[in-house]
């Protein structure tokens, strides 16, 4: 019914019916990164990509992590790949 009277509206409407029959958000709410965790699955043929969506930053999480490990300064390098930017990545 809401599809037909507000299209506008479903993604609200599906959240809202969520919380209320299993009564609480942890099924809507999008999970928190542990950067800890990505960082200790990766590896020199593993790295990490992050795929963003628009208006996300994760970098000031990135640099946290960067300085704690020990890669502050010329050891952490971070590229954003931009119309343009093809050629600064190979």
Same mark, same amino acid.
């Given at each position: 019914? *809401?599809?037909?009277?507000?299209?506008? =509206? /479903?993604? @609200?409407?599906v &959240? =809202?019916? /969520? #919380? $209320?029959?299993?009564g @609480? @958000?942890h099924? #809507?709410?999008?999970?928190?990164?542990n950067?800890?965790? /990505?960082?200790s699955?990766?590896n020199? &043929?593993?790295?990490?990509?992050? #795929?963003? +969506?628009? %208006? +996300?930053?994760?970098? +000031?999480? /990135? +640099?946290?992590l960067? $300085?704690n490990m020990g890669f502050? %300064?010329?050891?952490? &390098?971070?590229?954003? *790949? %931009?119309?343009?930017m093809e050629t $600064?990545?190979?």
């Amino acid at each position: 019914m *809401l599809r037909c009277l507000r299209p506008d =509206r /479903i993604i @609200n409407g599906v &959240k =809202r019916f /969520i #919380v $209320e029959a299993y009564g @609480n @958000n942890h099924f #809507v709410q999008p999970p928190t990164l542990n950067y800890d965790k /990505i960082y200790s699955q990766s590896n020199q &043929k593993c790295p990490i990509v992050f #795929v963003l +969506s628009p %208006g +996300s930053d994760p970098l +000031s999480d /990135i +640099s946290k992590l960067a $300085e704690n490990m020990g890669f502050a %300064g010329t050891k952490f &390098k971070y590229l954003a *790949l %931009g119309q343009g930017m093809e050629t $600064e990545a190979t």
